[in-house]
């Protein structure tokens, strides 16, 4: 046998007609085997007879409880002349989106801001007398709401700016204007225009978006001091870290709302000012910051030794070690874990209904129960916020799984 | 024994010197009385059979595993519980390890710099120059921009070696450098290897590679269960071997 045998490769054909187009798909994903097409075939018709029931009481649903009163669902009460003070919040924040738009430049931080800007205009241009002639939108409102969009591209510029486009800035601005914001919100006695408004009369989208940023900028440091308390070798620190973690962890949020609204009072003096939003914040984040402490630590226990030996072996010091090597690795393996706390914090802020806070769910359900003619619209008032919900939450999935392909970069 | 005397007497040219260092996990005696020293620029290759106590023997040299009896001095340094004493050490001690452990978050070029800039504070511009020479001495500055997970093996470890290098140590360790590679890509490793023992630089070397260690290496230690049972030259090592447990442990290997 000669060695040198050349041997002709064959040519490549084209895969069999059932094997590729919709009919491979259907093949491979709805007539796998005989038991998933028996499911296909009995689910279909189940499917297809509630989207026609969906679809049929769409139609006939009526949404005046929403649209009658739409600022509630947003700012809950507060008054309606301070109402520039959350639109002037809701500029910051554009202003900030902006911004990280163009330090973040890329397909999907396009998309998103997009997304963002065209959501205002629509909201600033909606023809509410249409439905409503009673409901007027002052056009002041809209005057806000529309200047966004120049406000959006300021901030993209600024993000494109070579001095100006630094993430720090962006950390320091994004503090910094939300404490602006609070202020705003609760207002400098003494000042006109800026009386105080009660924490007891912020409510509506305003109120659970205020909670949930608080949580998300202070739950995810604190979490990662705890979890680096946790695995210290100082015996003090770990004792302390692993019984916060555990008490929080251990109680239902409801337990610790309550607990912090009729129990912590006591403790404290008559006038200490500490008003009930602000308590509420802080509950919600220390529960939060417990499971993002575990999260994390995750993420510390799956990195391999080798990866704190080669860098203590480089001379760094232990700070260096964890804040160079151990918890960048760490972070970007649990992002997905990160994230998910983030959603279930930010659907968790509804939970402060029980500490008669009106937040966009307490503040439909008020409607609908205040009211007679709305008695027999808690469907269309749940489908309401359950949308409004997923919006916000699926932004916040798109952007972490956005930034998780981003970070994967070299990662076998 | 009178030549194992000598290698052991501490002169003023040996820059590692160890004293019967002691060495337990929990109840297990990993280094039963080790006590060596090392001269300036020589190459000592460590050979052993697995569980001999060779690499946590040159980890106890930086101190990523502690001695809990017993003497070792690095550099002048003695290496105790005293922090600033282990950092100094860790400063002029390079680690190539077997899993090359990059870091895999930053770019080759990053990964070498960072304990130059950070450690010793030399300036990003300089450090990075300072890398690029150092990737060209092992043979890949066309990676400099990759990640670690882009690289193959061979390369990996090639930039784990520069990135030892980098913080110019004293003393490199290499802790069986080149036994998670394949065949075709030992050789490039060891030719590195190579160049650094000609280069004068002081080094041990943890590895089963015996012709590395007949060409490059000024002595070759042999340990068994925590102790040192040969230290010899590579020639008489494998020509008169004076332990019967080398004979064995050759026969094995060979």
Same mark, same amino acid.
């Given at each position: ?31 796998? /085997? ?43 009460? &507060? ?11 809701? @500029? ?32 600033? @241009?909606?023809? &509410? ?5 009673? +409901? ?21 510029? @600024? ?17 910094? !204007? &939300? ?107 220390? %529960?939060? !910051?417990? &499971?993002?402490?575990? /999260? ?14 080669? *860098?203590? !072996?480089?001379?760094? *010091? ?27 914090? %930010? ?34 008032? %749940? ?30 | ?142 990676? *400099? ?27 490199? @360790? ?17 030719? +590195? ?53 080398? +004979?064995? %442990? ?5």
């Amino acid at each position: 046998m000669s060695a040198a045998e050349v041997r002709r490769p064959a040519p490549p054909l084209p895969p069999p007609i059932t094997e590729t187009g919709w009919i491979g798909w259907a093949k491979a994903n709805l007539f796998n /085997n005989w038991l998933s097409s028996l499911l296909t075939i009995v689910v279909t018709p189940l499917v297809i007879l509630g989207l026609w029931f969906l679809i049929r009481w769409l139609f006939t649903a009526d949404w005046t409880l929403i649209t009658s009163r739409p600022q509630q669902y947003v700012i809950g009460l &507060y008054p309606t002349e301070h109402a520039w003070r959350p639109l002037t919040g809701w @500029l910051l924040v554009s202003l900030l989106w902006g911004m990280g738009a163009g330090i973040w430049r890329g397909g999907s931080a396009y998309r998103v801001t997009i997304a963002y800007g065209l959501f205002s205009l629509v909201v600033g @241009l909606l023809p &509410y007398g249409l439905f409503h002639p009673d +409901v007027v939108m002052p056009w002041w409102v809209r005057l806000f709401i529309l200047v966004n969009l120049p406000v959006l591209a300021a901030g993209f510029g @600024l993000g494109c700016n070579r001095i100006t486009g630094r993430a720090g800035w962006f950390v320091l601005g994004g503090l910094a !204007a &939300y404490l602006l914001f609070l202020l705003l919100l609760s207002g400098l006695p003494g000042v006109p225009g800026m009386e105080q408004v009660s924490p007891r009369q912020w409510g509506g989208l305003m109120l659970n978006l205020t909670l949930a940023l608080f949580g998300i900028v202070l739950s995810f440091p604190i979490g990662m001091l705890l979890a680096l308390g946790r695995r210290s070798g100082l015996p003090v620190a770990k004792l302390l870290c692993v019984g916060f973690i555990e008490i929080f962890r251990g109680v239902p949020l409801i337990t610790l709302l309550f607990v912090s609204q009729v129990l912590v009072p006591l403790a404290l003096p008559e006038d200490f000012p500490v008003n009930p939003v602000t308590r509420a914040a802080i509950t919600i984040t220390l %529960f939060s !910051a417990a &499971y993002m402490a575990e /999260n994390i630590r995750g993420g510390l226990q799956g990195l391999p030794r080798g990866q704190g030996e080669a *860098a203590q !072996a480089l001379g760094l *010091a232990g700070w260096q070690v964890t804040s160079l090597i151990l918890l960048p690795q760490a972070i970007r393996n649990v992002i997905p874990a990160i994230v998910g706390q983030f959603i279930s914090l %930010f659907k968790d802020t509804s939970l402060v209904y029980i500490i008669g806070m009106l937040d966009i769910l307490e503040m439909g359900r008020s409607i609908v129960q205040g009211n007679v003619e709305f008695i027999d619209n808690g469907r269309e008032l %749940f489908l309401f916020v359950a949308v409004v919900f997923w919006m916000f939450t699926y932004t916040m999935s798109y952007i972490s799984r956005r930034i998780e392909s981003h970070l994967g970069v070299g990662v076998r | 024994m009178t030549t194992q005397d000598e290698t052991h007497s501490p002169t003023a040219d040996d820059i590692i010197v160890c004293n019967d260092v002691h060495k337990w996990y929990g109840s297990f005696h990993a280094l039963r009385g080790v006590s060596t020293s090392v001269r300036r620029g020589e190459v000592v290759v460590i050979i052993g059979p697995s569980g001999s106590g060779k690499s946590t023997f040159i980890r106890t040299i930086n101190r990523l595993e502690q001695h809990q009896r017993g003497q070792i001095v690095v550099d002048g340094l003695e290496l105790s519980n005293d922090v600033r004493n282990i950092d100094a050490v860790r400063r002029e001690v390079g680690m190539v390890f077997q899993s090359f452990n990059l870091f895999p978050h930053l770019t080759v070029m990053r990964n070498i710099t960072l304990a130059p800039n950070k450690v010793r504070r030399t300036p990003l511009a300089e450090a990075e120059a300072a890398a690029m020479e150092l990737l060209e001495r092992v043979g890949i500055p066309e990676q *400099a921009d990759k990640y670690p997970g882009e690289l193959s093996g061979g390369q990996q470890q090639r930039v784990a070696i520069a990135r030892a290098l980098a913080m110019q140590p004293k003393i490199m @360790l290499f802790d069986e450098p080149t036994s998670a590679l394949d065949p075709e890509m030992i050789k490039e490793v060891l030719e +590195v290897m190579r160049e650094l023992a000609a280069s004068n630089m002081t080094i041990l070397a943890v590895t089963h590679e015996l012709g590395f260690a007949r060409e490059a290496a000024d002595r070759i230690v042999m340990f068994d269960e925590g102790q040192i049972v040969e230290d010899q030259p590579p020639d008489d090592f494998f020509n008169n071997p004076r332990h019967e447990r080398v +004979v064995r %442990f050759l026969s094995q290997i060979l």
